[in-house]
């Protein structure tokens, strides 16, 4: 990222994240929707159109190492702008400097942007970009629309607190309260994204210089991560965000592994049986196509199954891939595969279709249903196929992974694969 064309405007992104937390400990690190705040912050900025270069600020090497393997730069931050009292501008201001001495160029742009917003956009990250790369901005700020009414308690100092003066309305007057229609517009800085010209910012020292462009976003994803409630309510909130957000599909460079179901993910979950006892299952080519496109894509591949049927072992060999079969705890299972393998788990995309999968799916980044899964595996998901399991489902998985170089025009014909004993 760091090799711009002549006449671009170079546009840095400084995600500052310290170790030390007292609210959250490891807060940087604390995964949402499987992935750590700190992976989804750069995930998010690398994919902006206008953003050049991304740079995480960090005293910790674990938060270092998520954020690389996220496709970040790393800046050390000595342990004067690291402490409590360090401010994120001073954090800002020594990312630049590293990041420019080490590229010998200069910074025309510079976004501020807080791991702990897990709900930005890449479309707010472009949004505070552009205001000053093609608006004229000075600086830029994301921003919510904010219709309450803010109180302040000012106590009497002089009583030590007892009776004082109580409560007094901040934007609005006790006697006189306008209906929402009727008041002017507030708008809440959601802590989430800040840019600022690059001379500006070093003259001035602070990111609210000159013009400020206002840009609006969605105050249904404005939480900042304060405490362990504000993390318990972004982890609840994150299946539903990150699964309809428009475009959140992953892509290759978002995975490591993909770690596939069978009964139901890759069958349609029947078992037939012949007039002389003999049982098939439904598999389908496509997916078969898929799952050879994606090894050719380097990518690691493994089956896992609570079955032990000798049919899933059968499907593997043909498929070329390992497989875990006959586990009863299949969330341990993966995690020792993870370990062994040397990928993180947040790294790794998952497709199954019923609730013995939901322990898998809250393990890993990349949690997928496939299109005919129970509900509570749908809910679980970040995203869900289009195609039924055993109907092409891993195939549309290949798709979202390698897109234009997988041909998802092809619908081959399913095929029957003999089973010798019988499956859930």
Known sequence: MSSTPPGVRRVLVVIPARGGSKGVPAKNLAPVGGVPLVARAVRECRAARLVTDVVVSTDDQAIAAAARQAGAEIVTRPAALA??????????????????????????????????????????????????????ADTAVTVAPF?????????????????????????????????????????????????????????HGHRFFGRTELVRTDPARVLEIDDPHDLARARALAPLFDTVRPGALPTHDDIDAVVLDFDGTQTDDRVLIDSDGREFVSVHRGDGLGIAALRRSGLRLLILSTEQNPVVAARARKLGLPVLHGVDRKDLALKRWCDEQGIAPERVLYAGNDVNDLPCLALVGWPVAVGSAHDAVRGAARAVTTAPGGAGAVREIAGWLLGPTLDLSLSPEPSLEPLPTSVK
Not at 104 to 133: I, K, N, W, Y
Not at 168 to 180: C, E, F, Q, S, Y
Not at 188 to 195: D, F, H, P, S
């Open 147 to 203: 219709h309450g009414f803010l109180w302040r308690d000012e106590e009497d100092q002089e009583d030590g607190g007892h009776g004082g003066h109580g409560g007094h309305g901040v934007n609005h007057d006790k006697a006189h309260r306008p209906r929402r229609q009727d008041r002017p517009q507030d708008l809440l800085e959601t802590g989430a994204a800040y840019a600022m010209d690059a001379a500006g910012f070093r003259a």
């Open 83 to 136: 402490g409590d009292t360090a401010t994120s501008e001073t954090a800002v201001r020594h990312a630049m400097d590293a990041h420019e001495a080490l590229h010998g160029a200069a910074v025309d742009v510079v976004l501020l942007v807080q791991c702990t917003s897990p709900f930005l956009v890449r479309e707010d990250v472009d949004a505070v970009a552009a205001a000053v790369v093609e608006n004229g």
